[in-house]
């Protein structure tokens, strides 16, 4: 049991230190983005692997929790700009979409 709390103590700790390292790494949004997501990755394949012993279930899905919100406000896990003219530019965007995915929709119901 002892070797068992030993290794994931360990774990945490490489994992703790990944995310120490990737606030740091640099000061491009872009770039910590992309540690960030691949971290998160990793412990998701980890925690897929692992689903069947509870401790390490929990002590991944803590790992997860913890890295998605160890982002500060210039650095957060989304790849989307905050910018007010992106967010409009997105929703009209998104708006078209719907309107010609309900279009063609409503042509193919019969009458």
Not at 76 to 95: A, G, K, P, Q, V
């Amino acid at each position: 049991m002892k070797t068992i709390n030993s290794l994931e103590k360990k774990y945490s700790y490489k994992i703790m230190d990944q995310q120490m390292e990737i606030s740091l790494i640099s000061a491009d949004k872009i770039t910590i983005q992309k540690e960030k997501y691949q971290l998160i990755s990793e412990l998701v394949k980890d925690l897929f692997n692992h689903k069947e012993k509870q401790g390490c279930f929990k002590t991944i899905s803590n790992l997860i929790i913890s890295t998605l919100i160890s982002s500060d406000e210039t650095s957060s896990i989304d790849i989307f700009n905050i910018d007010d003219e992106f967010e409009e530019n997105i929703t009209e965007e998104c708006r078209n979409i719907l309107e010609r995915e309900l279009f063609k929709l409503s042509n193919d119901l019969p009458n």
